[in-house]
C-alpha cells in the first residue's frame, strides 16, 4: 500500500512539472515571437532577410521586427496575395510602409506610432483608424473601399492625403497642417474644409457635391472640382487661387474677379454658365471654354 500511495504521489509530482514546464513553453513563446499568420507576408518578410529564422511558421522573433524603420512591401511577384497584417504590431519603429496592391480588409496600425509615411492604396479597406499614429505627414488610400476615416484630427502633421477612388460620401477636415487633398472619383455629397487652413491643392473631381465652401482657406492655390453638380461657388476669399478646373457641373454664374493670381481657367461643359467675370485688365494666360461661353468684365 505504502508503494502505491509512492507511486501516485510521484505521478502528480510529475505531471505538475510537465504543466509547469508547457506553461513556460507557452509565455516563453508569446514573450519571444510574433505571430505572422498570413504566409504571403512571413514569405516577404523573409525575402527581406527580416525574419531571420527563414522558416514559414506563421511566427518570427520580435527582436528581428522590433528595429526596422522601412517596410516596403511592394514587390511585383507578390502582388494580390497578402490578406492579413497581423504581426505588423511588433514593427514599432517603422516610419515607412508600403503594402499596396494586396487583398487587405482591415489593418490595425495602433502599435505603430512612428509611421510618417502610409501607403495601402489598391487593398479591400472599407475604414481607416489613424488615431494613434500622430506623426504621419502623407497617407495614400486610394483605390479602397473606405467610406470613414477616424484620426485625422490627431495628425497634426499631415501633408498630403490622396483618398481617391473610395466610397465616401461626407468627409471633414478637421485638421489644419494638411496642404494636399486628393478625393477624386468617390460618392461626395458634402465635403468641409473649415479647419484645413493650410490647405493648398484639393482634387475632387467625379463625385457628387452640390455645393463646396473654401471660404476659410485662403491659402488655396489648385482647386480641381470638374464633374460635380456644382451650381455655384464662391472664390472671393481664394485670392491665392492659381488653378481653377470646374468643367463639367451645373454653374449658373462664376465671378474669378478676386483670384488675380488665375494662370489656368477651365470651365466649359456648363451649359447654364455664359459669362464668366474678371476684373478690368485681368489676363489669365490658359483659359478652357465652350463655343457658348466669354470672359467679361461685366455679366447679367
Keep these: 500500500m505504502h508503494n502505491i500511495k509512492f507511486n501516485i504521489l510521484a505521478l502528480i509530482l510529475s505531471s505538475a512539472f510537465i504543466l509547469s514546464c508547457s506553461n513556460d513553453d507557452g509565455d516563453t513563446q508569446d514573450t519571444l515571437y510574433l505571430e505572422i499568420p498570413d504566409q504571403h507576408f512571413e514569405s516577404i ?3 527581406q532577410g527580416i525574419d531571420s529564422d527563414g522558416t514559414i511558421n506563421q511566427q518570427m522573433l520580435k527582436t528581428d521586427a522590433e528595429n526596422i524603420k522601412r517596410l516596403d512591401l511592394n514587390l511585383s511577384a507578390h502582388f494580390g496575395e497578402i490578406r492579413d497584417l497581423t504581426g505588423i504590431e511588433g514593427f514599432t ?14 489593418v490595425n496600425l495602433s502599435s505603430n506610432t512612428k509611421l510618417d509615411t502610409l501607403y495601402l492604396n489598391g487593398n479591400h479597406l472599407t475604414h481607416m483608424d489613424i488615431s494613434n499614429n500622430p506623426n504621419l505627414i502623407l497617407i495614400d488610400f486610394q483605390a479602397n473601399a473606405i467610406s470613414t ?10 501633408k498630403k492625403a490622396n483618398l481617391s477612388f473610395n466610397n465616401f460620401e461626407t468627409i471633414s477636415i478637421n485638421n489644419a497642417s494638411l496642404e494636399v487633398l486628393l478625393i477624386t472619383h468617390n460618392l461626395l455629397k458634402s465635403i468641409d474644409t473649415q479647419d484645413a487652413l493650410h490647405l493648398k491643392n484639393v482634387l475632387a473631381i467625379s463625385n457628387q457635391l452640390t455645393g463646396v465652401d473654401f471660404s476659410s482657406n485662403i491659402g488655396l492655390e489648385t482647386l480641381v472640382i470638374s464633374g460635380n453638380k456644382l451650381q455655384n461657388i464662391n472664390l472671393e476669399n481664394n485670392t491665392r487661387l492659381t488653378h481653377l478646373y470646374s468643367s463639367s457641373n451645373l454653374l449658373t454664374s462664376l465671378d474669378v474677379s478676386n483670384n488675380k493670381q488665375l494662370i489656368d481657367l477651365r470651365v466649359d461643359r456648363n451649359p447654364e454658365l ?12 490658359t483659359v478652357s471654354l465652350s463655343e457658348y461661353q466669354d470672359i467679361n468684365t461685366i455679366c447679367n
Design 45 to 47: 518578410l523573409i525575402e
Design 274 to 285: 455664359t459669362c464668366i467675370k474678371i476684373e478690368n485688365g485681368q489676363n489669365i494666360p
Design 149 to 158: 476615416i477616424q484620426g485625422l484630427a490627431t495628425s497634426k502633421k499631415l
Design 93 to 106: 519603429d517603422l516610419s515607412f510602409l508600403s503594402v499596396a496592391g494586396q487583398k487587405i480588409k482591415a
